[in-house]
């Protein structure tokens, strides 16, 4: 059961609420609803006041402002799934999301939110270096979402403060290659064993200049290293076959040895090694299976 329950009708009622209370939001609910349940048939119990968000309309929206892509908290899955606005492995990383009556209810403020180094959203936004917008009565801030999550179920959220929107920037040139990969126990329905967001653009000497990758369920957050990645741009796709050993050396060191057993170590090693000599083939396809 629940103390207090608030339900407000927008968002500065909520953030007022929020600012005299600090009552903890919940928008889908289906991490939380699962975390602090007591049994079948039993409502679950939280042991502080909940702030109902899902029905603020300003927290439910994905559109395009000054060339970057804005989704708004509240967006559930599936809207971010079929919207044509969002990047191809945010879409692809929310299509894997559970079954369809899941991704109706989960948001994508609540999969960022709940911290897990499992979740799925993170993954691709901080491969594209997706910032956080948080609002409070006060104010507003931005910052990466990399800084943002600051461990497992930790993030720099203040008690006064709701996560508003994502912004995702636009790279300095189109990626020429696209690729994300989720492992599970099963094909649909599964929570990540282990996720991966990658891209790449060559320009049209055959050079890479602009290369990124992200793994989740690595470690107590999201594993991304630009100082590796900087090993890999600049480097002509012709000489990526001898490189890669060292650099899949350094990636490797990036992950956390407490999350990653042998086997996660090989399927991530054999990922990138994958999407490399994609890359390093030239295919005409932008989207790398």
């Known amino acids: 059961m629940v103390e207090t329950c608030y339900i407000p009708k927008d968002l500065a009622e909520a953030l007022r609420i929020r600012k005299e209370t600090g009552a903890h939001p919940i928008a889908g609910g289906t991490d939380l609803m699962v975390s602090h349940r007591r049994g079948t048939g039993v409502v679950p119990k939280f042991p502080w006041p909940v702030i109902i968000i899902t029905q603020l309309k300003e927290l439910q929206k994905i559109e395009v402002e000054d060339g970057e892509v804005s989704i708004y908290a509240g967006s559930t899955c599936h809207e971010i799934e079929v919207s044509e606005l969002v990047p191809y492995q945010v879409r692809k990383a929310a299509s894997l999301m559970g079954a369809q009556s899941l991704r109706n209810l989960a948001t994508i403020g609540g999969n960022i939110c709940n911290a897990s180094p499992k979740g799925d959203l993170p993954v691709p936004l901080i491969m594209l270096d997706a910032r956080v917008e948080l609002v409070s009565a006060t104010g507003k801030r931005q910052m990466l979402l990399d800084e943002f999550i600051d461990g497992p179920k930790r993030t720099k959220l203040q008690d006064d403060e709701l996560l508003a929107r994502i ?123």
């Open 167 to 289: 912004i995702i920037p636009q790279p300095k040139a189109p990626f020429t290659y696209l690729w994300y990969r989720k492992i599970g126990t099963r094909r649909a329905n599964a929570i990540s064993k282990l996720s991966m967001s990658a891209a790449a653009t060559v320009d049209t000497h055959g050079i890479i200049v602009d290369f990124r990758s992200a793994n989740g369920a690595s470690g107590p957050k999201v594993a991304r290293s630009r100082a590796v990645e900087e090993t890999i741009i600049g480097l002509s796709v012709d000489v990526l076959a001898e490189r890669l050993p060292a650099f899949l050396d350094a990636y490797d060191a990036i992950l956390s040895p407490q999350a990653m057993p042998q086997y996660r170590r090989s399927s991530t090693r054999k990922m990138l090694e994958h999407f490399l000599s994609e890359v390093s083939r030239r295919p005409d396809t932008t989207i790398i299976e």
